[in-house]
T-cell receptor
Framework: DAEITQSPRHKITETGRQVTLACHQTWNHNNMFWYRQDLGHGLRLIHYSYGVQDTNKGEVSDGYSVSRSNTEDLPLTLESAASSQTSVYFCASSESLGLSNNEQFFGPGTRLTVL | DAKTTQPNSMESNEEEPVHLPCNHS???????IHWYRQLPSQGPEYVIH???SNVNNRMASLAIAEDRKSSTLILHRATLRDAAVYYCILEKGSNYKLTFGKGTLLTVNP
């Protein structure tokens, strides 16, 4: 069955370190998204991609970068981790159907703690 | 971007219908109305979406007001597994981006 996976599921790192969170989907979806979820804020969009070599900034992109070298993967990199980036990170994907976003499929999330 | 307003929390009893309201008075003509839910310790999952007409699927029904300034997600018979945070989201047509608010926490009593 097609799925979307995230790794690692839990990560503890130190301030200033570079961290990369992996997201892999086997739906063959064009669209991929990264969100973060903090208490009291719901989910906020970090970066998104509409296809290979395409990346766009979301609402809270400062301190994060993504690259899309193939359809299946959209890794999220924290260049220099900060305590404010402690959060739960969700990856999602969806198919481009022209008129609307029919359904975004979400991964299980990565809980990141920056000490 | 157009905003949505939902109650912070609602409570229901098992096997009873649940009507979750959402106001979106600044909705534009090309905005789609989406509903997602998030069970504890999981990622959000799609529930239903629509543009102008009411929609039904195996999970729920979506009733959209004629002026589109409000909508209601209807769970026909709530179960304990329906306890979750429900998000009402507007998506600009062909934008594919979802902007999540704080949602409604639904508690289902046995």
């Amino acid at each position: 069955d097609a799925e979307i996976t995230q790794s690692p599921r839990h990560k503890i790192t130190e301030t200033g370190r570079q961290v990369t969170l992996a997201c892999h989907q086997t739906w063959n979806h064009n669209n991929m998204f990264w969100y973060r979820q903090d208490l009291g804020h719901g989910l906020r969009l970090i970066h998104y991609s509409y296809g290979v070599q395409d990346t766009n900034k979301g609402e809270v992109s400062d301190g994060y970068s993504v690259s899309r070298s193939n359809t299946e993967d959209l890794p999220l990199t924290l260049e220099s981790a900060a305590s404010s980036q402690t959060s739960v990170y969700f990856c999602a994907s969806s198919e481009s159907l022209g008129l609307s976003n029919n359904e975004q499929f979400f991964g299980p999330g990565t809980r990141l703690t920056v000490l | 971007d157009a905003k949505t307003t939902q109650p912070n929390s609602m409570e229901s009893n098992e096997e009873e219908p649940v009507h979750l309201p959402c106001n979106h008075s600044t909705i534009s003509g090309t905005d789609y109305i989406h509903w997602y839910r998030q069970l504890p310790s999981q990622g959000p999952e799609y529930v239903i979406h629509g543009l102008t007409s009411n929609v039904n699927n195996r999970m729920a029904s979506l009733a959209i007001a004629e002026d589109r300034k409000s909508s209601t997600l209807i769970l026909h018979r709530a179960t304990l597994r329906d306890a979750a945070v429900y998000y009402c989201i507007l998506e600009k047509g062909s934008n594919y981006k979802l902007t999540f608010g704080k949602g409604t926490l639904l508690t289902v009593n046995p």
